[in-house]
C-alpha cells in the first residue's frame, strides 16, 4: 500500500505503523544510495540509521513541493556525504580534483579483479565514488554535484571521468558476451 | 590491458540502477533508535487514540448506540423504531441532527460518569486477559477500516465502524488499565 498523507501525519504524531511503512517503502532505494556512497556495508549500515533518523525528525518540515521518495533521497545524500566528511573520508576529496595523481594505480588496484560494478565502485577514492555514483547512478547534474560537494562543475566532470576509466579497466575481465556492444545505439546520456 | 567500452560500462551502470537490494537495517533496529529519540511515541501508537477528543467523544455516542442495539438483540428486547426513525428522516437538517447528537453526547457523557462511579467491578486476571484479546481484536478491525477509508473515504457505514472501534478501543484501554478494586470517578 502506498505511502500517503494519511501515513504521513500519523508518522509525523509518531505512530510505528505509519513510520515503518514510510520506511518499508523507501528503504530499498534510499539505503542502495547510501551502500554506493559509503562504498562498505557495515559503514553504510551506520550512515542508514543516521538517514533515517534525520528522515523521521525532518517529516514536519516536509511539504510535499516534491515527491516525497525525491525529498528523502535528497536528505539521505546529504546525510552520508556528511558522515563521510566526518570520518574524513571526503578529505581526500578536494586533494584529488586538483590532483591527476589521484588516479594513478598502486599495486593493490592493478591487481585486483571486481566481480561487480558495486565491488569496483568500492575501489574509487571517496571523492570519485561520490561524484560517479551521484552523476551515473543517481542522475545529478554536475552542478548539483558541484553543490552537494563543494566543488565546481569543472572539478565533479574531471572526477566523473577519472572513476569511469578507472571503472572500465577494473571491469575488463567482464568484457565477453554478456555485455552488449555493438547495436546498442546507446549513447552516454547521463545529465551533465 | 582491456578495457570496457563506454557502452558497455553503461550497461553495467544500468543494471546497478535497477538492481533490488535489500535495507541495510531491519525494522526494529530503526525503531528502536527512533524509539530512544522520542520520535516513536508508544502511547500514541495509534493515531486515532490521541489528539482528537471530539472524535473519541462521536465514537463513544456510536459505542453506546452500538452497544445499545446488542444489549436489544442480546435480550430480545423488540425494536419498536419506525424505519424512518432508524434511517434519520426524522430530522429536519442536518444542523437538526447535529444538534441532537451534540445533546445525546452530553447525557452519555453524564451517563458514562454515573455508571463509572458506582457500578464498576474490580479488575481480575480474567478480565485483563479478556482486554487485551479484546484490544488485539479490536486493533484488526480498526486497521481493517482504516484500509477501508482510504479506498472509501466518505462512506457513512464505514466512517460509523471505524468511529465505534476506536470508540471501543479507548473504554477498553480505560478498563484494562485500571488497578485491581479501584473504581472509577469518571471518564
Given at each position: 500500500m502506498p505511502f500517503d498523507q494519511l501515513d504521513l501525519k500519523r508518522a509525523i504524531a509518531g505512530d510505528e505503523r505509519a513510520m515503518q511503512r514510510l520506511w518499508s517503502q523507501h528503504a530499498p532505494h534510499i539505503d542502495a544510495v547510501v551502500r554506493r556512497l559509503c562504498g562498505d556495508p557495515e559503514l553504510a549500515a551506520d550512515v542508514s540509521q543516521e538517514v533515517w533518523m534525520q528522515i523521521f525528525r525532518a517529516l514536519p518540515s516536509y511539504?510535499?513541493?516534491?515527491q516525497f521518495g525525491t525529498w528523502a533521497h535528497r536528505i539521505a545524500v546529504n546525510r552520508t556525504l556528511n558522515a563521510l566528511r566526518k570520518i574524513r573520508r571526503l578529505a581526500k576529496l578536494e586533494v584529488d580534483i586538483e590532483?591527476?595523481?589521484?588516479?594513478?594505480?598502486n599495486e593493490s588496484e592493478r591487481t585486483f579483479v571486481a566481480e561487480s560494478i558495486e565491488q569496483a565502485m568500492a575501489k574509487l577514492s571517496p571523492g570519485a565514488r561520490a561524484v560517479f555514483v551521484l552523476h551515473d547512478?543517481?542522475?545529478?547534474t554536475h552542478g548539483e554535484i558541484g553543490e552537494e560537494l563543494g566543488i565546481t562543475p569543472g572539478g565533479s566532470k574531471s572526477q566523473l571521468f577519472k572513476a569511469r576509466a578507472k571503472l572500465k579497466k577494473l571491469l575488463a575481465?567482464?568484457?565477453?558476451?554478456s555485455i552488449p556492444v555493438a547495436g546498442k545505439g546507446k549513447e552516454h546520456v547521463a545529465p551533465v | 590491458m582491456s578495457h570496457l567500452s563506454e557502452e558497455q560500462l553503461d550497461h553495467l551502470i544500468d543494471q546497478e540502477r535497477a538492481r533490488k537490494q535489500a535495507p541495510l537495517n531491519d525494522w526494529r533496529t530503526i525503531a528502536a533508535r527512533a524509539r530512544e529519540e522520542g520520535l516513536i511515541r508508544d502511547s500514541q501508537a495509534?493515531?486515532?487514540?490521541?489528539?482528537?477528543p471530539w472524535l473519541q467523544a462521536a465514537a463513544a455516542v456510536l459505542l453506546l448506540i452500538g452497544g445499545a442495539a446488542i444489549g436489544r438483540m442480546s435480550v430480545a428486547?423488540?425494536?419498536?423504531?419506525a424505519p424512518s426513525e432508524i434511517s434519520g428522516?426524522?430530522?429536519?437538517s442536518v444542523d437538526d441532527a447535529t444538534t441532537t447528537l451534540e445533546r445525546a453526547l452530553t447525557e452519555y457523557q453524564r451517563a458514562s460518569a454515573f455508571i463509572a462511579a458506582n457500578a464498576s467491578g474490580p479488575t481480575t486476571v480474567d478480565s485483563s486477559r479478556i482486554y487485551s484479546a479484546r484490544l488485539a481484536a479490536l486493533d484488526q478491525v480498526g486497521d481493517a477500516m482504516e484500509g477501508a477509508l482510504k479506498t472509501a473515504p466518505h462512506d457513512p457505514v464505514i466512517n460509523q465502524y471505524y468511529l465505534a472501534t476506536m470508540g471501543a478501543r479507548v473504554a477498553t484501554q480505560q478498563l484494562a488499565a485500571r488497578p485491581v478494586g479501584l473504581r472509577l470517578k469518571g471518564f
Open positions: 511539504r510535499g513541493d516534491s590532483d591527476d595523481s589521484a588516479v594513478t594505480e547512478v543517481e542522475g545529478y575481465h567482464l568484457v565477453d558476451d | 495509534r493515531s486515532w487514540q490521541m489528539g482528537r428486547v423488540p425494536d419498536t423504531s428522516a426524522s430530522f429536519a
